[in-house]
């Protein structure tokens, strides 16, 4: 299929590295076909007007089918994830609404987590769990595919996906996974010592090498981050999910005042079960936390991401990669902070592969230009329009967006 003709956006602030000055204008189609070079003929121009263009973003952390829930937990604190993941067991047969919800099918359950993520600007997203037939059919975002996991060392023998799979032998799972391929654990994830004595036990495993990715992290003192440091492996960082379950969250000032080198934290926004309700929500949780800077915030969910993910074309705006990117409201100040700040109702623009999914009425133009057929939306009381198939996608869903509504 054509995709019909490029567009160049102009009179913006367009965010390429994080070593690189912010350009003026970008120009693609399906890919990046340059950036601060002049309209060429034949071309649609938007002009933005002041507006921020970024990568689309890169959530490295979540449980796709789990954000139609809504957050739950049954004490105030808990010691660790087991004891979260025991109160709730019961309740997944018992309580009515749990129960209900555990009911939808799976595809409406993970398309529902592809928008989310979608509706904050975020184009790429690692599922930590199996990778199901159904995120190959009509997902709105990409979806990493080429990854390793285990659940944790709790749930190796225990349900832990959406179809009743085992967590998995870690040490087995992560020999499973090519060197070059991240690996993903729940790890310390949680303050007691159980939580606290988990990376010793993943290192006496031979399993913390420079494709481990360690989720949480929340038990982690300096001498763990030296040897995750020493094995060039990574940190998810989801502090409002360790917040709410935990009070603490991972000591990730340790791991970014290390080194310069790229992907060492990245961001993830976890499942709304405790979770943010968005990756933008995310980032706002992580700068109130005062452990990271601004650019570093937005370095975890672009380029340091893709680095921790082995993407090598997300994250980052650059001629030849896919034209995967946001648009965000003019504002005063800097881009990283203008990124923190903004909710999905702000968003001007959502593409994947140069295909606008969401945006503003003013973007309708580079809809048309590349050949997509539009519907009305409301997202958070503001008016939008989609892709036609996203839009029924999200009318048919029997499962609501909070917030979320499609013209009749």
């Not at 993970?110 to 928008?115: D, E, N, R, T």
């Not at 080194?259 to 949780?285: C, I, K, Q, Y």
């Amino acid at each position: 299929m054509i995709w019909g003709t490029p567009v160049t956006l102009v009179n913006g602030r367009v965010a390429c590295a994080p070593d690189r000055p912010l350009a003026s204008s970008i120009r693609f189609a399906s890919k990046v076909l340059a950036i601060d070079e002049p309209p060429r003929r034949g071309d649609t121009v938007v002009d933005l007007e002041g507006r921020f263009v970024i990568p689309g973003l890169v959530n490295a952390h979540d449980h796709l089918e789990l954000n139609h829930y809504g957050r739950l937990k049954f004490r105030d604190r808990y010691g660790n994830a087991t004891e979260w993941i025991d109160d709730m067991r019961p309740r997944l047969e018992s309580d009515p609404a749990i129960a209900a919800a555990r009911r939808h099918p799976l595809g409406d359950r993970l398309f529902i987590g592809a928008l989310k993520n979608l509706l904050a600007g975020v184009t790429t997203v690692a599922h930590h769990n199996p990778y199901y037939a159904e995120l190959r059919r009509t997902m709105p975002i990409r979806v990493v595919q080429r990854y390793g996991w285990a659940h944790s060392f709790a749930l190796e023998n225990r349900p832990a996906g959406a179809r009743g799979e085992r967590g998995g032998d870690v040490a087995k799972r992560w020999r499973q996974t090519p060197a070059d391929a991240p690996f993903f654990v729940h790890l310390a994830e949680g303050v007691d010592d159980e939580a606290a004595g988990e990376l010793a036990r993943l290192e006496s495993c031979g399993c913390l090498a420079a494709n481990t990715v360690v989720v949480h992290g929340v038990a982690l003192d300096a001498s763990d981050v030296a040897k995750i440091i020493a094995a060039g492996a990574a940190l998810v960082w989801c502090p409002a999910s360790n917040g709410f379950l935990f009070g603490r969250t991972a000591p990730v000032r340790l791991l970014l005042g290390s080194s310069p080198r790229s992907g060492r934290v990245a961001l993830g926004s976890d499942s709304r079960l405790t979770g943010s309700t968005d990756l933008l929500a995310e980032m706002r949780a992580a700068r109130a936390t005062g452990c990271a800077t601004d650019a570093e915030i937005v370095a975890m969910v672009t380029t340091d991401a893709a680095a921790m993910l082995r993407l090598a074309h997300a994250g980052t705006l650059a001629i030849g990669a896919p034209a995967d990117l946001a648009i965000l409201p003019a504002a005063a100040g800097d881009m990283a902070g203008a990124v923190i700040e903004a909710q999905r109702r702000d968003l001007t623009l959502v593409a994947v592969d140069g295909r606008p999914l969401v945006g503003d009425r003013s973007m309708a133009a580079a809809f048309r230009a590349r050949n997509v057929a539009t519907r009305d939306i409301v997202v958070d009381d503001a008016p939008k329009i989609a892709a036609s198939p996203l839009a029924r996608r999200i009318r048919e869903s029997p499962i609501p967006e909070p917030g979320v509504s499609v013209a009749a």
